[in-house]
């Protein structure tokens, strides 16, 4: 059981992992407003961000840098103020916390020192761009980043070459392409893909269709910012 509770008001000594927009403030649920609004605490990987999405909110809170050089000292700390009764929410820069981004050791500690730990939903990139793909979403493999090494990244690819369901992965705008090239050099051009780009946002691009096709179409179009790969099974055709 998660020991935490449904109302919009903190549990005392519960912890709290709340999910932030990807981009679009309007995916901030009523929830997860008050929630940051009234715990002791926040535990966040970046104290600018989340300072700068506070502000947006029109409120002010103690923030405690929790990121991937600090969390095992963060995380002790965090529990040492759990213990006494403070609640805390666990945020990322963007998305849901622990999802290729720090998390996992605060809330694996709270769970050995049976501190109640309580999700409040919401925006995920990799589910986001899976439920528009049209790529098969019964199962699928999550990822995140690959290795930044060609032959590690070439390496994966060739492994799950014959990977019977979607893999999703994450991947920066300096080595979009660097990827796409390997999916297209492993796994063939006429493997369907799906890009995604800047979700939720302005400049929103989603891409479907077979990998030639897909790198064809980004080729000719902006590269900043976060992207998302969706990898049909092989087979698979639109």
Do not use: W
């Not at 104290?47 to 405690?64: I, M, P």
């Amino acid at each position: 059981m998660a020991g935490g509770n449904t109302s919009l008001t903190p549990q005392s000594g519960c912890l709290y992992v709340v999910a932030t927009p990807i981009g679009n403030m309007s995916d901030l649920s009523e929830r997860a407003k008050s929630i940051l609004q009234n715990a002791d605490l926040i535990a966040c990987e970046d104290t600018r961000s989340t300072g700068s999405l506070l502000a947006r909110l029109g409120f002010r809170k103690t923030l405690v840098s929790y990121h991937e050089h600090n969390e095992k000292e963060a995380a002790a700390s965090i529990v040492e103020k759990l213990q006494t009764g403070e609640s805390a929410a666990l945020v990322s820069d963007a998305g849901t916390p622990g999802i290729s981004d720090p998390g996992f050791r605060l809330v694996r500690e709270c769970r050995r020192q049976g501190i109640p730990v309580s999700p409040i939903p919401g925006p995920s990139a990799a589910i986001s761009l899976l439920s528009v793909s049209g790529l098969p979403t019964n199962a699928f493999l999550f990822v995140g980043f690959l290795p930044p090494k060609k032959a590690a990244r070439q390496r994966f690819l060739e492994e799950n070459r014959n990977f019977k369901y979607s893999i999703i992965l994450y991947e920066s705008c300096h080595r979009i392409e660097k990827l796409l090239g390997d999916i297209l050099n492993t796994l063939g051009s006429n493997r369907q893909i799906c890009v995604g780009r800047e979700l939720t946002k302005k400049f929103e691009t989603i891409l479907t269709g077979p990998a030639s096709q897909v790198v064809e179409k980004l080729n000719s179009s902006s590269k900043k910012g976060e992207f998302v790969v969706v990898v049909a099974p092989e087979g698979y055709e639109l």
